[in-house]
């Protein structure tokens, strides 16, 4: 009897000690995956959507010389502090000053002639043809005077507003035309921040919202909030223009871009998860893998489970969700697409120092 049982414990100690080397050469051949799962927490969110903007002044204008010609004289230097009015840039006027002193000879002599015809008139000896011709001619002479009075005026540009020279585009013996501007004038006043929101987040704009500008080149912070959403879609970009009225609490100047946040809405008891950890079910639905804990009594070995998740809000890299995780779950991050739902992963502890 003693030689059977112990031949049976021989036996059983083969068959486990078998098992646990077909044990060993199964995890050899199909190692339990590790990863540094991402730990969920639920909190608030406050909910922005970011864009970029410029900087723009109503102030800031390009000024035009209103007549074709030489520049014989610039007046200022760029950075120079100019008042509304103050000469700029100097056209060539010879041809004009010619063409008015000849028109101021004839009109002379048509004034003159128009005197004595009107007194002719008046004395009953002048015919009522000649005296009304005089004064036609000289109507005429007047108003062509008048022009060209205007046309010389227009050969000196000066500043519609009180600022800063910001550029001067012209150089001496260069033609001027009113096409092609010849100064730029950045004036004091207010400034606004435009900038382009993709058409999906369109129903979340309206005028009131408050923003947050990020001017990193100054290395400063301001606030603002929306003026103007407009109700057109640009149809090159499929975007909407918005824009923001700053409180001005930076420097910042026209043309100068910002990041612009703008403030949608806060959420409580939610938890972000990155884009990279969700995978589209079969459905279409979005789902995570979470770990739970298997009946090993190896705390570092859990398997996976497929869940799914509400999403409320959601940003370029991230998701806003309110449900489907529980507070505290580990999630499966950049391995989800790699691995699937059954499967056994292991954790990798951090080192402590």
Known sequence: MNKASGLLATILLVIVGCAHKDKSKNEKKNPIPSLKPITIKYGHYDHYITTYGNVASQRAVNVH???????????????????????????????????????????????????????????GIGSEIAYLQARTQRDALKSRLDLLKEQLQKTTVVSPITGYVNRIYVRLGQMAMPQVPVVNIVGHGKTFVDAYVPESFYPLLKRGQKVVLEYRQLGCTDTGIVKYVSPYVEPRSRSVFVRVEPEGRCQAVPNMSCVAHIYVKRYDSVAIVPRYAVVESSDGK??????????????TIFILKSVRIREV?????????????????????LEARSLSAGQHVRILKENKQ
């Open 313 to 333: 809000a959601s940003t370029s890299t991230t998701l806003v969700i309110d449900s489907g995780i529980p507070d505290g779950a580990f999630i499966v991050g």
């Open 65 to 123: 010389s209103e007549v074709s010609g030489k520049v014989v004289e610039i007046y200022v230097n760029e950075g120079d502090y100019v008042k509304e009015g103050t000469p700029l840039v100097k056209i060539d006027d010879q041809l004009l000053r010619k063409q008015f002193q000849e028109v101021m000879t004839q009109y002379e002599l048509a004034e003159s002639t128009f005197i004595k015809q009107k007194r002719l008139y008046e004395q």
């Open 286 to 299: 979005p789902t995570v893998m979470i770990l739970e804990p298997t009946d090993s009594n190896q705390d």
